[in-house]
């Protein structure tokens, strides 16, 4: 059975490595040696879609974005990977709401080039009954970032990953 680590990591890398997303973290182990851990842990990353009028959005609005955004992905070429995404709700880490929770699309990818070119469409269309609504999506990342380094390393290393 293997031992324990005790480490703290110092970095990560993310990357594609034979088509799959790959991070790679760096540290330092409680007795001071250096450590590579390698994952294919996919961290999500959360959109927040704010309509430009506005105005909440209903349950088909947010069907609608979700299949845009996998038919987005599907469109790539070369093909690049899948996407999950799914709707969920969270406090929004950017903006002072009093703990309210907003409506979002939890997206993992495949492979981190899908990520890059899906970040980069900031704005979609949608029907909304006869008219078209824009909607522009907000990417959060910081809840990303955080849960990767603090949980997931910590998952990945047996134990807390503070030391001592």
């Given at each position: ?7 703290q ?19 330092r182990?409680s007795?001071g ?7 294919s ?6 959109i ?13 609005e ?15 070429r ?5 996407i ?7 406090t ?11 409506d ?12 890059k ?14 008219e ?7 990417e ?25």
């Amino acid at each position: 059975m293997n031992k324990p680590i005790r480490a703290q990591i110092i970095s990560w890398e993310s990357s594609d490595e034979n088509g799959a997303f790959r991070i790679d973290m760096f540290g330092r182990t409680s007795e001071g040696k250096s450590i590579q851990i390698r994952s294919s842990y996919r961290p999500p990353f959360y959109i927040k879609p704010v309509a430009d009028d506005g105005d909440r959005l209903d349950e088909s609005e947010m069907n609608e974005i979700i299949e845009q955004l996998e038919e987005r992905v599907r469109s790539f070429r070369p093909y690049l990977g899948n996407i999950t995404a799914e709707k969920t709700k969270k406090t929004d880490l950017c903006s002072f709401v009093n703990g309210r929770k907003d409506d979002f699309i939890k997206i993992s990818c495949e492979t981190l080039e899908v990520r890059k070119k899906l970040c980069r469409s900031h704005v979609i269309t949608i029907s909304s009954g006869p008219e078209k609504r824009k909607i522009h999506l907000l990417e959060y990342l910081p809840k990303n970032e955080y849960y990767f380094q603090h949980h997931e390393a910590s998952q990945l290393l047996g134990r807390s990953n503070q030391l001592p």
